[in-house]
């Protein structure tokens, strides 16, 4: 008995049905496929119009360069095509030459805002470790002034000094100011604050001064309180005698007897050591503020250069719309003159 063949139709029938085959196309379907792509014209809604400008956007070739999409200066990309959405929505360019200018346009406002972004960074650089810098700068001053205060007045004295021309009021006066440095900064009135502290310890049990703690006292107040540095330098023991010191008294002989007088002198000075700090903590925040401030314009040598790149891309934004004006008044059918070209050179 053999087997029939299947007929045409149940083999058209089991080619439909079989996965992973297509149906064929009528030629009726590609026909009216073919008249119905010669009526398409492009998006008619604005909404269309605005994503149909996006593909020349995205894919034009400044906008591929322009956007740093790596690395820690990373821009948005999505920022540069709104920029450049709304620039093509202005000028509605029509062509390749109206849509590159319209993209040198964009990249020129895009630059523009860098610069913004340059000066900001520029001007940060030096504010944000203001704080830090200012503090490294006072305990530079500081320690040098405490350096200072530790050393003997003869260094300031005419034999030591390499310049003879240098007056010895001149050479005191630097002394001077360097006790007065002491009092402009708390580092310096710490210090200060410190050693009458010890001071008053030693007069407390001892009844005197320690001639080590004496020798500092009279070189960190000579020049500023020298009837007080006189009086702590003769606050020593009962048998030191120092010239010009007025006799003691039978009291202040006494071991472990405290001086009354120097003890009261040294409660006076601490208090006005705590007043100074006061006045050093608000000189200091306004030395801040007023440095804050004068910071806020980026240094001479980053200006200049920001200035000059900025004029730079001010001439390619300008010569680009100028540019783009005429293409498009000679694509409406204005009569176009041609462009003034004047050179500022010497003849030669």
């Not at 849509?99 to 520029?122: H, M, P």
């Amino acid at each position: 008995m053999s087997l029939q063949e299947p007929s045409k139709d149940f083999s058209t029938q089991q080619s439909l049905d079989s996965p992973g085959r297509k149906r064929p196309v009528s030629e009726r379907r590609v026909q009216a496929n073919r008249r119905n792509a010669l009526r398409s014209t492009g998006p008619k809604t604005a909404r269309g119009k605005r994503t149909a400008a996006r593909n020349a956007i995205g894919h034009g070739f400044l906008a591929r360069e322009v956007v740093i999409t790596a690395g820690d200066g990373e821009e948005t990309l999505e920022e540069f095509h709104a920029l450049a959405e709304r620039l093509w929505e202005y000028y509605e360019p029509a062509g390749v030459v109206e849509e590159s200018l319209v993209q040198t346009i964009a990249t020129c406002w895009w630059r523009k805002a860098r610069v913004i972004r340059a000066e900001n960074g520029e001007i940060r650089k030096r504010l944000d470790t203001l704080a830090v810098d200012r503090a490294l700068r006072n305990s530079d001053k500081a320690n040098l002034d405490l350096a200072l205060m530790e050393m003997d007045l003869g260094l300031y004295s005419a034999e030591n000094q390499a310049d003879d021309k240098v007056s010895s009021r001149d050479r005191w006066s630097a002394m001077q100011g360097d006790q007065s440095n002491m009092r402009g900064h708390r580092s310096g009135l710490a210090y200060l604050s410190a050693l009458l502290q010890t001071a008053k310890s030693e007069v407390a049990s001892e009844g005197h001064i320690s001639e080590k703690i004496r020798k500092k006292i009279f070189l960190a107040f000579c020049f500023w309180d020298c009837l007080f540095a006189l009086t702590c330098l003769y606050a020593g023991p009962p048998e030191t005698k120092v010239e010009g010191q007025p006799p003691d008294s039978v009291e202040d002989k006494q071991p472990g007897k405290r001086r009354p007088d120097v003890f009261a002198f040294i409660d006076d000075r601490l208090e006005t050591i705590n007043v100074f700090k006061g006045y050093a903590l608000e000189r200091e925040k306004l030395k801040g503020d007023a440095e804050a401030r004068s910071f806020s314009l980026p240094p001479a040598n980053a200006t200049d250069k920001l200035l000059r790149y900025e004029a730079h891309l001010d001439r390619q934004l300008y010569r680009a719309m100028d540019q783009l004006e005429r293409v498009q008044r000679q694509r409406r059918g204005e009569n176009v003159p041609p462009p003034l070209n004047i050179n500022l050179g010497k003849r030669s």
